[in-house]
């Protein structure tokens, strides 16, 4: 089953709502990962952890597109930054259509 890894601008009610759904989900915050940085920081540790990294950032998403090191990364539009709800069903359906064979080493961008 996939798991997840928020970097720090993703919400705590997102965390919340997936884990009530019975997703794995571990926040930079809870793991002293905050003002990390991304590229050498934030995606080994969610890599390490085999953890699907979650983010709105896309430049660091454009980024890792040129890598494939990793446990996946998935790139949330910025138009759900508000819709808590939103971010949960797609993260979720996300969860429920992949492996973690199958994310592994690729970006995905979800709106």
């Not at 997102?14 to 991304?38: C, S």
């Not at 934030?42 to 998403?61: C, N, Q, S």
């Amino acid at each position: 089953m996939i798991g997840f890894y928020f970097d720090e601008h993703m919400r705590r009610s997102v965390e919340r709502g997936l884990i009530q759904r019975g997703y794995k989900v571990v926040m930079a915050a809870d793991e002293n990962m905050t003002e990390k940085d991304d590229d050498t920081e934030h995606l080994p540790f969610a890599t390490e952890r085999g953890l699907v990294m979650v983010t709105f950032d896309r430049p660091f998403a454009g980024r890792t597109m040129q890598r494939t090191d990793h446990a996946g990364l998935i790139c949330v539009s910025e138009n759900l930054r508000n819709d808590i709800g939103g971010v949960i069903a797609v993260l979720a359906q996300f969860a429920d259509q992949h492996t973690p064979e199958q994310a592994a080493g690729h970006v995905f961008w979800l709106k």
